[in-house]
Nanobody, 123 residues
Framework: QVQLVESGGGLVQAGGSLRLSCAAS????????MGWFRQAPGKEREFVAA????????YYADSVKGRFTISRDSAKNTVYLQMNSLKPEDTAVYYC????????????????WGQGTQVTVSS
């Protein structure tokens, strides 16, 4: 069973940046597409970004396109989410997803979840 540990969340002012990390252990990291979801208070968990197993393809929710960048480092078994131009509506708990898939614009996680990391953007 894979273990995912997120880090890098925190409090930032609107317009600022944060970089989230997701360290994976327990299985072959490079075999699966991975991604990030987020959940704001009172809302459902939503897709944010995904990256293919090779790192050659990336996908983003419309709400973060152009501001967030997902990447992976297979040598470090780590996936990153660089978040720029943050907005108060980006405030949420961000979760790393260990085996992500999609059909059209619908995304889901077939694998493990990390424990989540809080991102708070003040106005």
């Amino acid at each position: 069973q894979v273990q995912l540990v997120e880090s890098g969340g925190g409090l930032v002012q609107a317009g600022g940046s944060l970089r989230l990390s997701c360290a994976a252990s327990g299985r072959t990291f490079s075999s699966y597409a991975m991604g990030w979801f987020r959940q704001a208070p009172g809302k459902e968990r939503e897709f944010v970004a995904a990256i293919s197993w090779s790192g050659g393809n990336t996908y983003y929710a419309d709400s973060v396109k152009g501001r967030f960048t997902i990447s992976r480092d297979s040598a470090k078994n780590t996936v990153y989410l660089q978040m720029n131009s943050l907005k108060p509506e980006d405030t949420a708990v961000y979760y790393c997803a260990g085996n992500i898939d999609h059909y059209g614009s619908s995304w889901w996680n077939l694998g493990s979840w990390g424990q989540g990391t809080q991102v708070t953007v003040s106005s």
